[in-house]
């Protein structure tokens, strides 16, 4: 029963590759995030999206694509891998104003 | 103007204590004021929250404080417990878009 789910947990792949998360929430909520965290702990949101409209946020490399097969669903494709991805990547919901977020990947690019 | 500013950066404290973390913002039109708590290897999950309407918050051993003027608000920790142990975020949003706006975030040790 749990609320966001993403899979992978952990994912290790070489540079120049592309790579997908999948994110799942059961919640029925309409809006879905993706964040990443960096190594210092910051969260910076990469996009946000509900079954309406897509804002991205504008520093987001374009290799980012989320993907939404349908409102339960938000993925996250990368393509061509660079070391700087590397980070912890959280799958996030929002009723309101309260977002609950996944357990988080975390993605090393060697 | 979109910026949340935490401070400090890191806090250690004696079991027992009072873990005090401070936020502040320059935009008014923020009217949500969130804190989130994430323990390592998970997610953050939120904690607390508190609109300007009011200038407290208390749940449990937690209580938010918050300073309309100043536009500052900061969490208080009550007799903090080693499991208290995390790194803990300060954020906010507006009516006309709920996006949340991160503060750089506290990691927080409570020493036994």
């Known amino acids: 029963d749990t609320a966001v789910s993403q899979t992978p947990k952990y994912l290790v792949t070489q540079m120049g590759n592309d790579k997908s998360i999948k994110c799942e929430q059961n919640?029925?909520?309409?809006?879905m995030y993706w964040y990443k965290q960096d190594s210092k702990k910051f969260l910076k949101i990469m996009f946000s999206y509900n079954n309406k409209e897509l804002i991205i946020n504008e520093t987001v490399p374009n290799r980012f694509s989320p993907k939404s097969p349908d409102k339960a669903h938000l993925n996250l494709h990368i393509n061509s891998l660079e070391l700087g991805d590397s980070a912890v990547y959280f799958c996030?919901?929002?009723?309101?104003?309260?977002?609950?977020f996944g357990p988080g990947t975390r993605l090393t690019v060697l | 103007q979109q910026q949340v500013k935490q401070s400090p950066q890191s806090l250690i404290v004696q079991k027992g204590g009072i873990s005090i973390i401070n936020c502040a913002y320059e935009?008014?039109?923020?009217?949500?004021f969130p804190w989130y708590q994430q323990f390592p290897g998970k997610g953050p999950a939120l904690l607390i929250a508190i609109r300007p309407d009011v200038s407290e918050k208390k749940e449990g051993r937690f209580t938010i404080s918050f300073n309309k003027s100043a536009k500052q608000f900061s969490l208080h920790i009550m007799d903090s417990q080693p499991g208290d142990s995390a790194t803990y975020f300060c954020?906010?949003?507006?009516?006309?878009?709920?996006?949340?706006?991160w503060g750089a975030g506290t990691k927080l040790i409570i020493k036994p």
């Open positions: 935009n008014t039109a923020f009217d949500y």
């Open positions: 954020a906010a949003s507006m009516q006309s878009n709920y996006q949340l706006i």
């Open positions: 919640l029925g909520h309409d809006t």
């Open positions: 996030a919901s929002s009723r309101a104003r309260e977002q609950f």
